[in-house]
């Protein structure tokens, strides 16, 4: 398909508009990573911010949602974030809510603070290091109490050119 990202979630929304029973809905992060020109361009639907980390850890962007979740109403529309260029260092991060909203035995949430300074404090490990280890760091912060949630998550870093 040659379509851009708000195009494809026009089309997946009107699909899913038919098939959800109602009430029912899709939370999604569309992103197209471009690697010959270290470019990324989103868009999403209801779905949880995403982020963009310097190599110092500092969020740079935001990738915010840009329309409601998909299968609610047959005309939504969608627009994407300008094109962001990656710089080397830099930390991509894709996050479902059952990360965010893994919560501890007191009812604190681990949240995207908590998720951000997991991936800053170990900033330095491989993509998928990260990752796995910020699953494991939200089921230790539930104290292994029953996931009612996926638990997702997307690490790109961002090397240097070669």
Do not use: W
Request: charged share 20%; glycine share 8%; hydrophobic share 45%.
């Amino acid at each position: 398909m040659d379509l851009e990202l708000d195009e494809i979630l026009v089309q997946v929304n009107r699909m899913l508009v038919n098939d959800l029973e109602h009430g029912h809905f899709v939370t999604l992060a569309l992103a197209r990573l471009d690697v010959s020109r270290r470019s990324l361009t989103y868009a999403g639907a209801g779905h949880m911010p995403g982020f963009v980390l310097d190599d110092a850890g500092l969020v740079v962007h935001v990738l915010e949602s840009n329309g409601p979740p998909l299968g609610l109403f047959p005309d939504s529309k969608f627009s994407c974030q300008n094109e962001i260029l990656l710089e080397p260092g830099q930390i991509v991060v894709l996050l479902t809510d059952g990360i965010t909203e893994s919560v501890a035995p007191g009812g604190e949430e681990f949240g995207a603070r908590g998720a951000l300074d997991y991936i800053v404090a170990h900033h330095s490990e491989s993509a998928r290091q990260i990752s796995d280890g910020l699953h494991l760091a939200a089921r230790r912060f539930a104290a292994q109490e029953p996931q009612h949630d996926d638990i997702t998550s997307v690490v790109i870093k961002v090397n240097t050119a070669t």
